[in-house]
């Protein structure tokens, strides 16, 4: 009996984290907050990533869903394993890994529909964003409506083992060397949009420690790459956001004024969960 009480309540606690977590994704505020890959803990036989949402690198941990996903996926040596998850898994990802190896985790949503309440919201998006020639260009006089759509990796691993992935996802951050590896005093990464390198384009690097935050612009160089100094002692999210005008078949399946893509990458060279 008490065993049946139990599994009824995990299940309760389930679906209580899934509806927050639904409910959370069509909110239209959501596009302002960055969607990242957070390494929870090691279990015996599996480790626990949480679909974090939040702002400034301080966010919440939802569980997963299916509706949302459009793909997820373990790639190593570029050999892709799918991972598949049920309605609800909280921590949302619980897969399987080998630590000794270089192992990256990529999360694609679906698309997700958005109308603004207001001009202002929009354009401080825009400008937060860096697409200035944005604000010339479209109609005031409309409240804009948007389909977004998140692109976000985690890279795990403990030790200096490393592979370097090829183009897998239409907008992403793709890493040119191990942060692990202590010899590598910066990070190199390359940032891709469709299979081909983005240049002069605006990184927002995200670092903390326990006691201290810091953001960071950076842009791309014209071959598309960029770097960082790591440190062991701070966790790092880098993200990258496009806005652009849908093509006309686009237009014909998402019905938006805009489209916005965000890649994001999280690496921890020594691990603790910022939500904690």
Same mark, same amino acid.
């Given at each position: 009996?008490?065993?049946?009480?139990?599994?009824?309540?995990?299940?309760?606690?389930?679906?209580f984290?899934?509806?927050?977590?639904?409910?959370?994704?069509?909110?239209?505020?959501v596009?302002?907050?960055?969607?990242?890959?957070e390494?929870?803990?090691?279990?015996?036989?599996?480790?626990?990533?949480?679909i974090?949402?939040?702002?400034?690198?301080?966010g919440?941990?939802?569980? $997963?869903?299916?509706?949302e *996903? &459009?793909?997820? #996926? @373990? !790639?190593?040596?570029?050999?892709i394993?799918?991972?598949?998850?049920?309605?609800?898994?909280?921590?949302?990802?619980?897969?399987?890994?080998?630590?000794?190896y270089?192992?990256?985790?990529?999360?694609?949503?679906?698309?997700?529909?958005?109308?603004?309440?207001n001009?202002?919201? $929009?354009?401080d998006?825009? *400008? &937060?964003?860096? #697409? @200035? !020639?944005?604000?010339?260009?479209?109609?005031?006089?409309?409240?804009p409506?948007?389909?977004?759509?998140?692109?976000?990796?985690?890279l795990?691993?403990?030790?200096?083992?490393?592979?370097?992935?090829?183009?897998?996802?239409?907008?992403?951050?793709?890493?040119?060397?191990?942060? $692990?590896?202590?010899?590598?005093?910066?990070?190199? #990464?390359?940032?891709?949009?469709?299979g081909?390198?983005?240049?002069?384009?605006q990184?927002?690097?995200?670092?903390?420690?326990?006691?201290?935050?810091?953001q960071?612009?950076?842009?791309?160089?014209p071959?598309?790459?960029?770097?960082?100094?790591?440190f062991d002692?701070?966790?790092?999210?880098?993200?990258?956001?496009?806005?652009?005008?849908?093509?006309?078949?686009?237009?014909?399946k998402?019905?938006?004024?805009?489209?916005?893509?965000?890649?994001s990458?999280?690496?921890?060279?020594?691990?603790?969960?910022?939500?904690?």
């Open positions: 009996m008490i065993a049946f009480k139990n599994i009824f309540l995990k299940k309760c606690i389930i679906f984290f899934l509806i927050i977590f639904l409910c959370f994704f069509q909110n239209k505020e596009v302002a907050h960055e969607l990242w890959l390494k929870n803990s090691n279990l015996e036989d599996k480790t626990l990533i949480d974090m949402i939040g702002q400034n690198f301080k919440t941990p939802f569980g $997963f869903s299916n509706n *996903k &459009e793909k997820l #996926f @373990l !790639d190593n040596n570029n050999i394993k799918d991972i598949e998850q049920r309605d609800g898994d909280f921590p949302a990802i619980q897969t399987k890994l080998n630590n000794n270089f192992n990256v985790i990529n999360y694609e949503s679906k698309y997700s529909f958005l109308k603004y309440d001009i202002e919201t $929009f354009e998006f825009v *400008k &937060e964003q860096n #697409f @200035l !020639d944005i604000l010339s260009s479209y109609n005031s006089s409309k409240l409506t948007e389909n977004y759509k998140r692109f976000s990796k985690i795990i691993s403990n030790s200096n083992d490393f592979f370097q992935q090829t183009s897998k996802l239409d907008f992403e951050l793709i890493a040119l060397n191990s942060p $692990f590896d202590k010899k590598n005093e910066f990070f190199e #990464f390359k940032l891709m949009d469709k081909k390198p983005l240049g002069n384009f990184i927002t690097i995200f670092s903390k420690t326990r006691e201290n935050f810091t960071e612009i950076i842009k791309t160089k071959n598309g790459e960029g770097k960082i100094r790591v002692d701070r966790v790092y999210l880098l993200s990258a956001v496009k806005i652009f005008k849908p093509n006309f078949i686009q237009n014909l998402l019905k938006s004024d805009w489209v916005s893509h965000w890649a990458l999280t690496f921890f060279p020594s691990h603790f969960p910022s939500h904690n």
